[in-house]
């Protein structure tokens, strides 16, 4: 069981920035590759970004290549996003979710474990 808890969301003009943190906890924590996926209103969780415990190599979605970093810090557990040059289409709630497996998914099915997610709100 691992436990996921989000922090660092919040309201922003377009073209600020944000750092989003996810603590990981519970039995192996430091063995999951880590995640960020976001969830608009009306629109389904889709994936941000994800770094492998095992590697650390990321992947990114074409929408926020450039602009986002996913970075890990794995004597704390911690996985961070961070955003700049938001848009106003980077509104979602943020979610970190957590996947056993040591290749980076993509797909919302295929992490086992999830946070209880972050607003991140951005204004034009």
């Known amino acids: 069981q691992v436990q996921l808890v989000e922090s660092g969301g919040g309201l922003v003009q377009a073209g600020g920035s944000l750092r989003l943190s996810c603590a990981a906890s519970?039995?192996?924590?430091?063995?999951?590759?880590l995640g960020w996926f976001r969830q608009a209103p009306g629109k389904e969780r889709e994936f941000v970004a994800a770094?492998?415990?095992?590697?650390?190599?990321?992947d990114y979605a074409d929408s926020v290549k450039g602009r986002f970093t996913i970075s890990r810090d794995n004597a704390k557990n911690t996985v961070y996003l961070q955003m700049n040059s938001l848009k106003p289409e980077d509104t979602a709630v943020y979610y970190c979710?957590?996947?056993?497996?040591?290749?980076?998914?993509?797909?919302?099915?295929?992490?086992?474990?999830w946070g209880q997610g972050t607003q991140v709100t951005v204004s034009s």
């Open positions: 979710a957590a996947d056993r497996s040591t290749a980076i998914k993509t797909f919302v099915h295929d992490y086992d474990y």
């Open positions: 770094t492998s415990w095992m590697d650390s190599s990321t």
């Open positions: 519970g039995r192996f924590a430091s063995m999951y590759t």
